[in-house]
């Protein structure tokens, strides 16, 4: 059976706010660590019947990528949807909603920009 190992490492300010945050896999055509600006891991745990979350993002990740960043993660569940349950409409949902969500972050960095 093949085995994938994902890892983060997260360097921290002296207030444990993440600097820095580089990950590798198994399978990542890039060779040794990768640095990004942030990462959701989200976990099902099926004793308690929930999910665990981990949201990490560093301090100097400009409000508009994060912004995106989310709409993205959001709009990957999507996909998600279709393919683990064949739930259309629940994706299109989510979908309906990425594009309200995208429209609003393209409008304030529009906004940022011409303050700028």
């Known amino acids: 059976m093949k ?8 360097e921290l300010d002296d207030h444990n706010i993440p600097e820095k945050i580089f990950w590798n896999a ?18 099902w745990d099926h004793y308690n019947q929930g999910t665990l979350r981990l949201n990490l993002w560093t301090k100097d ?6 912004k995106r960043f989310c709409v993205e993660v959001l709009g ?3 996909d998600t949807i279709v393919t683990a349950t064949g739930d259309q409409s629940m994706a ?10 995208s429209k609003k972050v393209e409008e304030e ?3 940022q920009q011409n303050q700028s």
Not at 3 to 10: L, M, R, W, Y
Not at 61 to 66: K, R
Not at 92 to 101: E, K, S
């Open 76 to 78: 990957s569940l999507a």
């Open 26 to 43: 198994t399978d990542n055509p890039n060779e040794g660590l990768s640095d990004t600006k942030a990462v959701v891991v989200s976990v």
């Open 109 to 111: 960095y529009r906004e």
């Open 61 to 66: 990740m400009a409000v508009t990528d994060m």
């Open 3 to 10: 085995k994938s190992e994902i890892n983060f490492a997260v």
């Open 92 to 101: 299109d949902q989510i979908d309906n909603l990425c594009r309200t969500l």
